[in-house]
């Protein structure tokens, strides 16, 4: 794959029976399930993934996702695109009497600083829940970090500025960047949060103690067991908490 030079979040819902057409992306796709469950479609096999796992998408991979379940789901998917590639093309012509398509919640774009996929060998989800006045502390990772908020809002403070990002919005956080994020209103938030690994480097690496300010009390980290190429439901990385990984280049 080419280099980093776009990301994308796109948080979709799917009623019961909601299908895509069958489809590529034009660069690496990283998708977790937040809510219900979901079927992939891939070479003619089914696999399925609960809330809390997740898939990786090469691209060019020609593949098909829906809710063959009795109750809605939700999927986040974070794209990892070259200069001009597509999101997303359908492989072939719809036939007619197709299954209803999914409904976008949101959808973010940002340009990110170019840096090589094939740098980094392993990929990781979690969600954070934030309470009102939660924080993180002072920290960095040594890898590309790409953080979409779910619910609330959000704020950043690196390099002497202060972000705000809203429910529906995606940052980046390059490799080495030192920053806090934290919730700074009164009511609760939540973030998903796609790491792209170097294998064997830290997840996250702690630059001040737990109890230096402005960390007032700590993110909570969603629950979930491993999918097969995503791991996720990770205790919570900048807690010092141990991470579970996947290799990127494997299948689900």
Not at 50 to 67: L, Q
Not at 201 to 206: C, G, I, M, Q, R
């Amino acid at each position: 794959p080419g280099p980093v030079e776009e990301a994308q979040s796109l948080l979709l819902e799917f009623a019961p029976g909601a299908w895509t057409p069958e489809h590529t992306h034009g660069g690496l796709t990283l998708v977790r399930v937040l809510e219900g469950e979901m079927t992939l479609r891939r070479e003619g096999v089914d696999h399925r993934f609960g809330a809390g796992e997740g898939w990786v998408e090469a691209a060019g991979d020609v593949h098909a996702a829906g809710n063959a379940g009795a109750t809605p789901a939700r999927v986040l998917g974070t794209f990892l695109l070259a200069r001009g590639a597509p999101l997303t093309t359908v492989a072939g012509v719809p036939s007619q009497g197709a299954p209803p398509g999914p409904v976008t919640v949101f959808q973010s774009r940002r340009v990110a600083a170019a840096a090589a996929a094939t740098a980094f060998g392993e990929a990781a989800t979690t969600t954070l829940g934030f309470a009102a006045g939660a924080w993180t502390p002072l920290h960095s990772h040594p890898g590309l970090t790409l953080v979409a908020v779910l619910d609330g809002e959000m704020t950043v403070r690196s390099g002497g500025r202060e972000t705000v990002y809203r429910t529906g919005d995606l940052w980046i956080e390059p490799p080495g960047d030192v920053h806090v994020a934290g919730n700074a209103t009164a009511t609760d938030a939540r973030v998903a949060v796609t790491f792209l690994l170097r294998p064997g480097a830290p997840v996250t690496t702690l630059e001040a103690p737990l109890e230096a300010p402005p960390v007032r009390a700590l993110p909570r980290t969603g629950g979930g067991a491993g999918g097969a190429a995503v791991a996720a439901g990770a205790a919570a990385a900048l807690l010092g908490a141990a991470l579970s990984r996947r290799r990127r280049t494997r299948r689900a």
